[in-house]
Every structure is written in structure tokens, then in C-alpha cells.
Nanobody, 119 residues
Framework: QLQASGGGLVQSGGSLRLSCKPS????????MGWIRQAPGKEREFVAG????????NYAKSVKGRFTISRDNIENTVDLQMNSLKPEDTAIYYC??????????????WGQGTQVTVSS
């Protein structure tokens, strides 16, 4: 099971760093990503990173502000979120697939972590 942490309440323009770690097993050879869902809205792909981390892809709405990374020794995947906006408010889910993640069609989901950005 994928466990996400690091969410919280932050003011507009602030930063947060989310982290994802499996409760057991390894993230090796998995394409990892983050997907978010805001209240009353559909799920939205945020970012993805290949194994071992050479390829990264982002949604247009976060490109230049968010950075996805993975630590293959610590077995974690992080999402550094800078210049946060109120529209970034959502539950963020860590996800995994055997192929590139670029949409919300992903087979494996972890628990979410709430990110709230106040104006």
C-alpha cells in the first residue's frame, strides 16, 4: 500500500513537500505519479516519474511550480510544490503503474493527503 504524507494548510505562494512510501515492498521498476482531486471536480493528473527517474512529466497547470523526484535508496517519491495557489487545493494521491503515467487511468492508488491553500 502506498502511503502519502506531507499535506497541510499553507498560504497562497507558499510551499509544501509531499512524500510517498510503500508500507511494504519496493518502488523499483514502477512508474510513479501524483493525481489530485479537488472538491466537486474530476481527478486530475499532476506529475509522473519513470524508473529510475530519468523521465518526468507534468500537467500544464503545475509545470514550473511542482517538481517530482524519487529516491531509489530510500524508496520514496516526493512532490515539491512551490508557488502554491488556492486552485491547488485538493486531495493528492500517490499512484503507481508499470507504464508511463499521464492520466488518471492508473491501477494502483495509495491513500490521499489533503493540501489546502488559503488566499
Amino acid at each position: 500500500q502506498l502511503q502519502a504524507s506531507g499535506g497541510g494548510l499553507v498560504q497562497s505562494g507558499g510551499s509544501l513537500r509531499l512524500s510517498c512510501k510503500p508500507s511494504e515492498g519496493t518502488l523499483h521498476y514502477w512508474y510513479m505519479g501524483w493525481i489530485r482531486q479537488a472538491p466537486g471536480k474530476e481527478r486530475e493528473f499532476v506529475a509522473g516519474v519513470s524508473w529510475p527517474g530519468t523521465r518526468k512529466n507534468y500537467a500544464k497547470s503545475v509545470k514550473g511550480r511542482f517538481t517530482i523526484s524519487r529516491d531509489n535508496i530510500e524508496n520514496t517519491v516526493d512532490l515539491q510544490m512551490n508557488s502554491l495557489k488556492p486552485e491547488d487545493t485538493a486531495i493528492y494521491y500517490c499512484v503507481a503503474d508499470r507504464t508511463e503515467i499521464a492520466s488518471t487511468r492508473v491501477p494502483f492508488w495509495g491513500q490521499g493527503t489533503q493540501v489546502t491553500v488559503s488566499s
